[in-house]
């Protein structure tokens, strides 16, 4: 794609925001600060641009230094009883056996498609206001 907006614009911009890879806290405030602010008007072609490296910028140094990594579904599991108060035996009905509830919250077994669906009932039936899915587990 060939952009159809002005050059000296675009590098008007370059020179102005003097845009690079994010390495510290105080830069990485004034890329927030710049792209917030962008976001309160509308762009030009040559502004939406730089947004876009801005925030490409933003998510490289988010995800290097505030990096969430994958949720796995024994720690949504354990967050569920630890918040709730929910104690193993409490899930002897969706597992069978406590040590089998054990055994899920220790990652030593794989939540399956019935149990997750089962756990989702649970949650969804004693703790009302939760929007807990069965993909949550799996």
């Known amino acids: 794609m060939i952009p159809t907006f002005s050059q000296q614009t675009y ?42 490296l801005l925030v490409l910028l933003i998510e490289n140094y988010e995800e290097r230094h505030y990096s969430m990594g994958e949720s796995k579904p024994v720690a949504t599991l354990e967050s569920l009883m630890h918040e709730f108060d929910v104690e193993a035996n409490s899930l002897i009905g969706v597992f069978g056996t406590v040590e089998i509830v054990r055994e899920v919250v220790n990652g030593q077994r794989k939540v399956n498609q019935s149990q997750a669906e089962s756990l989702a009932k649970f949650f969804n039936y004693h703790y009302s206001g939760l929007a807990v899915t069965p993909f949550d587990f799996i």
């Open 11 to 52: 590098t008007d911009l370059l020179i102005q925001y003097q845009p690079k890879p994010i390495k510290t806290e105080q830069e990485y405030e004034r890329a927030l600060t710049v792209v917030e602010a962008m976001m309160s008007g509308e762009l030009t072609e040559a502004e939406t641009v730089l947004f876009e």
